[in-house]
């Protein structure tokens, strides 16, 4: 795989002492049974480190809750609680409406505690979708994570909404007849724009201090808000375990998966844009989920993320904020 070059914009931050900018608590503590390489372990942990400690995780059955807590034993220091599959958009609304009522009550301070739901691809664009949209759409004061390694890697490696067209899965193999996943990823982020949220983004671990920056953002958001995270799965992409980092800069520099936010309904980049973004090929090479696709078929694959990139700078570029039309209006 053709090494990854990083911007020097991206690192300066880094010339500071660490401690300045990512605290050295832990609140995902090591020693829990996550694959070699998963880069959804270490978004989790940046994660919580952004987020501090008045939290509360409402976790979906997922990787993470199955690495994280088999009994008797957590890697959580924060308070967590594992539910079901489908409703953990649900069980976080209620955890954020019993922080409510318990501060009205007086019974906890009145400093605010923030109400945390996370799930995979799965649990959070298939079975736990209409969970998230009504929550959402309710506007509670809630922040929703998905950390997107693009199938149901826990149970085998099946089909999601969040897999790649032609990616190879347990549920959709690559054949002489059907080469792969026939569909293209569903795309969340839109959905979540048009919600209406006030603050919507997309990060990965390979850019920690952007994401940690998104989620404290979120955090601060008086109301719903949205993260999704791209993260590697060395074993479900078929993927060496030390090429996380890599692939998740090869899926931005290639334009697979644009790192961008929209707040209050503007979009903006975070990252200092690709003068000349890479070929899909050069992040599609180092997987073994794509080891069948064709030239031909790659060529399919490079137009439609030049259509998507094009279609997301043209809104960086026109876009406005509900603010600023409303106050374009009263001119």
């Excluded at 987020?51 to 809750?65: F, P």
């Excluded at 605010?112 to 079975?127: N, P, Q, W």
Aim: aromatic content about 8%; hydrophobic content about 35%.
């Amino acid at each position: 795989m053709t090494t990854s070059t990083i911007s020097p914009k991206i690192i300066e931050n880094f010339d500071l002492y660490a401690p300045k900018l990512v605290s050295k608590e832990e609140f995902f503590s090591p020693g829990h049974r996550a694959c070699q390489g998963c880069a959804e372990a270490l978004a989790i942990r940046l994660m919580c480190k952004a987020l501090g400690r008045d939290t509360v995780i409402t976790n979906a059955t997922g990787c993470m809750e199955v690495i994280s807590s088999l009994y008797p034993t957590t890697a959580w220091n924060l308070p967590w609680i594992h539910v079901a599959f489908p409703n953990a958009a649900s069980v976080g609304s209620g955890v954020e409406a019993g922080l409510k009522a318990l501060r009205r009550k007086g019974r906890i301070p009145d400093k605010r505690v923030k109400s945390v739901a996370i799930g995979g691809d799965g649990g959070t664009m298939d079975i736990g979708f209409q969970a998230l949209s009504g929550a959402m759409e309710r506007g509670h004061d809630l922040l929703y994570v998905c950390f997107d390694n693009e199938a149901y890697m826990n149970t085998g490696i099946q089909r999601s909404s969040g897999t790649p067209f032609l990616a190879a899965t347990t549920t959709a193999p690559a054949g002489k007849v059907i080469p792969g996943n026939q569909v293209w990823k569903k795309n969340v982020m839109e959905i979540m724009v048009a919600h209406n949220l006030p603050y919507v983004a997309t990060a990965s671990p390979a850019y920690p201090i952007d994401f940690m920056n998104k989620v404290k953002k979120a955090r601060e958001v008086n109301g719903p808000a949205y993260v999704h995270c791209l993260v590697t799965c060395p074993t479900g992409w078929r993927s060496p375990s030390d090429t996380a980092i890599q692939l998740g800069r090869l899926a931005w520099e290639t334009g697979v998966f644009p790192i961008y936010e929209v707040e209050d309904g503007k979009y903006r980049y975070t990252l200092p844009v690709p003068e000349k973004r890479r070929p899909v090929e050069d992040y599609m090479k180092g997987q073994g989920r794509f080891r069948h696709v064709t030239p031909d078929q790659i060529k399919v694959i490079q137009e439609r993320v030049d259509v998507e990139w094009e279609a997301l700078r043209l809104k960086v570029e026109n876009s406005q904020s509900r603010t600023e039309i409303r106050e374009r209006l009263k001119k």
